[in-house]
Structures are given as structure tokens and as C-alpha cells.
């Protein structure tokens, strides 16, 4: 696992899925999504998952047992407005912008020679605030 304590927002699509198939899928982790429909709204598969014990991916997420067969896992739509959903009771929740996790700063990219670059958070202009009222529909 990786050690970074750089915060972000959560993973609002993951939050929704997992709600969605409930106690059983708490801990189940996102491994593919599709966009769908008119591209708001996603099939997401999702499922329990471990960490390889040897090997040279030792320590990594994987989605299969140690037989090679999948760990329990299932499917399920998560649609746009629900995630936009989420993401407003997270801001409401925390006070955080629900884009950049309260960092001001959007992730755009990395490279080899500068690691990882960040622009400026577009929802709430660097502030890292909850843009609260604010609709999607505006941006
Ligand atoms: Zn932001």
C-alpha cells in the first residue's frame, strides 16, 4: 500500500456503490467502469480484494484469491446525479470542497522529471472550501 497522506476527496463513485450493495460490499473496491447511457451515469464492478503475500507484486491490491479465482465481487449502476449527490453531503458534511478534499488543488497529471503537477481546483477556485448552493449545472 502506498503511504502518501496527500488528502483528496473520496472517491464519491466507490461511495455510492458500496451503499448500494451495502454490509457485504463495505470494503470492496472499484476494479473497472463504463460510462453509460448519455456518459453521466456508469456500470461500475467492484469486490473484496487482498494483498498479495510473495512475489514481486508483493503488497499490491488484487481482486483474486490465492487459488486465481475472483474474491467475491459484483456490479451495479451509479448514476451521475448520485454521485453529484454524494459529493454535496460530503461538502455539507465536512465543509471541505468536494473536488480537491479542502487542498485547493486539482491533481492534472505527472511525469518522470517533475512527479506530480497540480493546477488549481476549478470548483472552488483554490479555496478548498464546499462551494455549498453552488449547482454542477453551473460549472
Ligand atoms: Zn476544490
Not at 39 to 52: E, H, Y
Not at 69 to 92: I, N, S
Not at 97 to 119: F, H, I, L, P, V
Request: charged letters at 30%; aromatic letters at 8%.
Amino acid at each position: 500500500m502506498t503511504t502518501t497522506t496527500e488528502r483528496k476527496a473520496p472517491d464519491f463513485m466507490q461511495i455510492v456503490a458500496r451503499e448500494k450493495l451495502g454490509e457485504k460490499a463495505k470494503d470492496w473496491q472499484i476494479f473497472r467502469w463504463e460510462r453509460i447511457g448519455d456518459g453521466n451515469d456508469f456500470v461500475v464492478g467492484f469486490g473484496q480484494t487482498r494483498l498479495k503475500t510473495s512475489g514481486k507484486n508483493k503488497g499490491e491490491t488484487t481482486w483474486r484469491g490465492i487459488d486465481g479465482r475472483q474474491l467475491p465481487h459484483g456490479k451495479v449502476v451509479v448514476t451521475g446525479a448520485e454521485m453529484d449527490a454524494a459529493r454535496a453531503k460530503y461538502e455539507t458534511d465536512t465543509g471541505h470542497c468536494g473536488e480537491c478534499g479542502g487542498t485547493g488543488q486539482a491533481w492534472c497529471g505527472w511525469s518522470a522529471a517533475e512527479g506530480t503537477k497540480y493546477r488549481t481546483c476549478h470548483r472552488c477556485n483554490g479555496t478548498g472550501k464546499a462551494q455549498g448552493d453552488r449547482s454542477l449545472e453551473q460549472l
